[in-house]
């Protein structure tokens, strides 16, 4: 299956990007720097958040998720590494884990380089 992604601008330089199956439905949102730009892009296209996908910890890739949790109640996925330093983290992913959320599947992929 084909994913289809929708870049989100966040803050005054980064992104988020909804990623999901199809037009509208479920989706995750990789790398949430804030709430309120993807919750517009969440009702401008039809998706319905089913996760967070978190790539490191740093607030402008995390920034929302606290937000997002409380109004969605979805699951963060996030490295093992990151799993102290990213709140509300509920799924700790070694490197080559895969996990299946919204019809979609992911591979935990350790690069590091630009954190730790």
Known sequence: MKARFVAIPCLRDNYAYLVS???GGPCVVVD???AEPVRRALAAG???LAAILSTHH???HVGGNEELVREFGVPV???ERDRERIHGVTHALGDGQ???VAGL???AMHLPGHTE
């Open 58 to 60: 740093h607030l402008d």
């Open 32 to 34: 949430a720097g804030e």
């Open 21 to 23: 199956s199809g037009v």
């Open 46 to 48: 039809g998706y319905e």
């Open 105 to 107: 599947e992911f591979t």
């Open 98 to 100: 895969r996990a299946e």
């Open 77 to 79: 996925y996030a490295s």
